[in-house]
């Protein structure tokens, strides 16, 4: 599937030729939904149209770095402050609804549960026309469009929170709706899930010609995830209205996240000592090789699949970060400050850096600071020294880095680079495991999962590295806020964690790098603005107050 992403056109019209005196047309040709929807074949093509809106700028750069700006992990960095105005108010708290990235978000998810919709709407009958389909693909091909639309749902709830509800092709008269309760939206994203539990397979049995499709891993960690959240909202902000309706469910989410453990399906690469051969040579570790197009699909539960086939696709097949967030400035053989071709932005916060224990080799696997002595390999393949004279905060982060020849040197556009965006890791589920436990009372299992993802960290370092230790006693709620931070730093959740636990007010209430002071608002801070062209569209859907 990575290699074969296929564009689809649903709805093919004839042309037909118009002359005053041929006004007796006959369509020779004609392609619609009615006549579309026929074959397995069409089936397949319909799901791969849903698979094919994540390779869109939006679910990286918008959906990700917008919100590591958001919270205390990032700035947002560039040459000077406000080099780029929309990601310095996103730093700042104050984006405006008029915001590109915000539209992108919202048209980009919508546009997945709209393709989900029509597949949902149209498999079904697809069994009784072709009599060649196999009705186990169908209901395969259903269950990966539940995934996506539950998918496309989980984000639009914890970047927007209430949106309209849309379950299934909208007619005219349904254009307009207003948003809906939270505790609806979650329980269509937990239906659509379980549903999808039940027929779609797990990833070793698609084969290697469909990496990447949606498993039954997939589903059961975006449900442990869903169930975290919502006993989360229901635990840290309880009588608040936002959030009525939902429960504590933290045995249902460590039931689901356990079930992704047992499955033998996944494991942390490195967690023995592991090193890999990779571009950046024969003794990668296994945290900085999970971050390289080498280890695509290793660790990761569900990846957007991104390649660079230098067929220069406007905003397609390649992820958007590595461009974004790789280093500005390299130091030449002379000593002096060049430009690398990338930007330089969303850049690690000194809190960041500071919040890894000494020795922490997750820390030099993907950030580089001004006397960390990092460098960085540009066109050519060869690598200098990082400069930092074009860092606002003398920090840059390394973890999407590519190599030259995979990115650099070929014929791709800036939004093409190869490594694939992991959306769910199995790291976090071993740490949402490992909340889940804590919250039940149950400390052996909380300390079992949390030491796992320690105990890859540590082996990433030297041989005899300590660092970090297993932890002993009893597991807290601090220290699954600590781990999850420095596992999963720049990856799009911290501020949704913050924001979950009721703790954004604490950790965003600061001053940035250059003393702007930053004054988070809760309830008004805690989901972003919906954007304004939906606003202006849609008679029914309203602002959130204060935006």
Not at 100 to 120: C, Q, W
Not at 137 to 147: N, Q, S, V
Not at 213 to 221: D, I
Not at 266 to 293: A, C, K, Q
Request: with cysteine.
């Amino acid at each position: 599937m990575k290699k074969n992403i296929i564009i689809v056109i649903l709805v093919l019209t004839g042309l037909i030729s118009c002359k005053e005196d041929f006004l007796d047309i006959r369509p020779i040709a004609a392609v619609n939904s009615e006549t579309y929807y026929t074959t397995q074949k069409a089936a397949e093509q319909a799901v791969t149209a849903i698979y094919s809106q994540l390779n869109n700028v939006a679910f990286d750069k918008d959906l990700i770095m917008a919100v590591d700006v958001v919270s205390d992990d990032a700035e947002a960095g560039g040459e000077y402050v406000n080099e780029v105005p929309s990601y310095e108010n996103f730093n700042r708290m104050v984006p405006l609804a008029t915001q590109g990235e915000l539209e992108n978000v919202y048209g980009t998810l919508f546009a997945i549960v709209y393709f989900s919709n029509l597949a949902l709407e149209k498999l079904p009958t697809i069994k009784q026309i072709d009599k060649k389909a196999d009705s186990r693909t169908i209901d395969r091909l259903m269950g990966e469009a539940k995934f996506m639309r539950a998918l496309a749902y989980s984000y639009l709830s914890k970047y927007f929170g209430g949106v309209p509800l849309v379950d299934h092709v909208l007619s005219a008269e349904e254009y307009y709706l207003p948003k809906a309760k939270l505790i609806d939206i979650y329980k269509l994203i937990e239906k659509d899930l379980k549903e999808a539990i039940e027929v779609l397979p797990e990833r070793s049995q698609f084969g290697p010609n469909n990496i990447g499709r949606a498993s039954k891993g997939a589903a059961r960690a975006l449900l442990a995830r869903n169930l975290l959240f919502e006993s989360s909202y229901a635990r840290y902000y309880p009588n608040d209205e936002r959030f009525e309706g939902m429960t504590q469910r933290w045995s249902e989410a460590l039931k689901y996240a356990e079930d992704v453990i047992n499955s033998g399906e996944y494991f942390l690469p490195g967690i023995n000592g592991e090193r890999y051969n990779t571009w950046r040579g024969p003794n990668t570790n296994g945290y900085r090789y999970v971050f390289t197009s080498n280890g695509d699909n290793t660790e990761g539960i569900f990846e957007i699949q991104d390649i660079v086939d230098g067929l220069g696709w406007a905003q397609a097949r390649g992820n958007a970060i590595t461009q974004y967030i790789s280093a500005r400035r390299y130091l030449d053989q002379n000593g002096n400050p060049q430009n690398t071709d990338y930007w330089g932005l969303d850049l690690p916060t000194w809190s960041l850096i500071n919040e890894f224990e000494p020795g922490d080799p997750r820390l030099r696997s993907g950030i580089a600071w001004e006397g960390s002595g990092d460098s960085i390999e540009i066109k050519g393949g060869k690598r200098f020294p990082i400069s930092y004279d074009k860092s606002v905060t003398k920090t840059y982060c390394t973890k999407y880095e590519c190599s030259a020849a995979e990115f650099k040197d070929v014929n791709g556009p800036w939004h093409s680079a190869p490594i694939n965006i992991k959306l769910i890791r199995y790291a976090e589920v071993l740490l949402i495991a490992a909340e889940a436990a804590v919250m039940t009372g149950q400390n052996d299992k909380a300390l079992q999962y949390i030491n796992q993802v320690r105990k890859r960290a540590r082996m990433c370092g030297p041989v005899g590295n300590q660092v970090p230790a297993d932890l002993t006693g009893t597991v807290t709620l601090q220290d699954i806020i600590h781990e999850r931070r420095v596992e999963l730093y720049q990856e799009g959740h911290r501020y949704y964690d913050l924001v979950r636990w009721n703790l954004a007010k604490q950790y965003l209430n600061h001053n940035t790098h250059d003393g702007y002071q930053v004054i988070y608002e809760s309830p008004k801070h805690d989901f972003l603005p919906l954007p304004q062209k939906e606003i202006n569209s849609n008679p029914n859907l309203k602002q959130y107050p204060g935006w």
